[in-house]
């Protein structure tokens, strides 16, 4: 069997440059790189009703959003099946199944359900379905026999859990039905977790500190210029700090050795820029500036892309629709192989059936 992928977003909001350097990029890169069978990106909607089940239409609405911003940014259907997840019941199915082989309080000690609950101030009151995420996911990974799940550091103790249950079960019925995941980390740190532009660790639609794939270019010009940078760089002259400043993380993560020549800048690459700004004699403004351009490089695209998506959305629900239903059956040969696993095929088992009327028989 060859290597396959599993990966995907809750359909939550419109997805942001944090999304697109911390997994969107990497996954067409992925993609086009003829290392993977099959690759499967799921629009995670029934884990993103565990916590919003009281409006369903933002989750209804929003999936299209991210369909548009996977194909946008150049996932390709001939090569990746992109799924919506609650139109497999499979999965369901199987959580339902592996729920009997985790404990409560291992599920407690879970590091990613307890920061998420607190993050989420649930305390007491956590819905069971969230509760249960860790095993959901199992059953997203193993139905279609992932053998690769790229995640970050803070998604491992997630992954570690999946795991588990895989070992369970296969060494509990004695078949390796199951297929062991294997953890696809970033390779570049500063990715896997772009802050925010106001400088705070996350970047959240909640927290209005985003800049969306889908952001016009006058819209990206006005979140860059009121980005968060070095606090005590008041004046150009003054030496600026690099850590906690917020334009030049993003420039980490975005900046190319071309992006100099092409944009005029002084500066032969971006080291040069940071020790010209720490020894100070550059401001804020210019490197700001440098940025929006920057942005504008890689985002463009993206938007032109989408623009032209967005006027043919029978396509992009074809695409959706077919990439489901190739899941589907995935996900279907894989219950198949559990329940006769578990036994609990119980039409399809003829020793059964014969072991059934020969008890009455005699």
């Known amino acids: 069997m060859g290597k396959i992928i599993l990966t995907g977003d809750r359909p939550t909001g419109r997805l942001h440059i944090g999304h697109y350097v ?5 996954r067409v890169e992925l993609q086009n790189s003829g290392e993977y069978e099959k690759i499967f990106i799921m629009i995670a909607d029934a884990q993103a009703l565990t916590d919003n089940v009281d409006n369903p239409e933002k989750i209804r609405q929003n999936i299209i959003e991210v369909a548009l911003d996977y194909l946008s940014c150049g996932l390709d259907p001939e090569k990746t099946n992109i799924l919506i997840q609650s139109e497999i019941s499979e999965l369901t199915e199987l959580t339902f199944y592996y729920m009997n082989m985790v404990t409560v309080s291992r599920l407690q000690r879970n590091p990613t359900v307890k920061s998420e609950i607190q993050m989420r101030n649930f305390e007491a009151s956590i819905p069971v379905g969230f509760f249960c ?10 139905a279609f026999k992932a053998t690769t799940v790229p995640v970050g550091e803070d998604q491992l103790p997630m992954l570690e859990q999946a795991q588990e249950i895989v070992h369970k079960f296969n060494a509990t019925y004695k078949e390796d039905v199951l297929v062991r995941p294997e953890a696809l980390l970033p ?22 500190n ?41 420039l980490d993560a975005f900046c190319k050795p071309e992006h100099f020549e092409k944009f005029g800048d002084e500066h032969a690459n971006l080291d040069e820029m940071k020790e010209h ?6 401001g804020d403004v210019k490197v700001k500036k440098f940025l929006i351009n920057v942005l504008e490089d890689e985002l463009a695209p993206i938007r032109e892309r989408r623009a032209e998506l967005q006027k043919d959305i ?24 559990v329940k006769n696993a578990m036994r609990i095929n119980y039409f399809e088992d003829e020793a059964l059936l014969k072991s059934w009327q020969d008890k009455f028989e005699g």
Do not use: W
């Not at 995420?133 to 193993?142: K, V």
């Not at 016009?216 to 600026?240: Q, S």
């Not at 700004?277 to 550059?282: A, F, K």
């Open 22 to 26: 911390g997994s969107l990029r990497r």
């Open 277 to 282: 700004y720490q020894r100070g004699g550059l």
């Open 210 to 250: 985003c800049i969306y794939l889908s952001d016009p270019a006058d819209v990206v010009k006005k979140k860059v210029m009121g980005m968060f940078t070095d606090p005590n760089h008041l004046r150009v002259e003054d030496p600026g700090s690099l850590e906690g400043n917020t334009v030049f993380t993003y």
């Open 133 to 142: 995420y860790p095993i959901s996911q199992t059953a997203d990974i193993t």
């Open 187 to 208: 390779d570049n740190e500063v990715c896997s977790r772009l802050p925010g532009t106001d400088g705070k660790a996350k970047m959240s639609k909640s927290l209005g």
């Open 314 to 337: 029978p396509y992009v629900v074809d695409v959706l629709r077919k990439g489901t239903e190739v899941a589907r059956e995935e996900a279907a040969k894989t219950l198949s192989e």
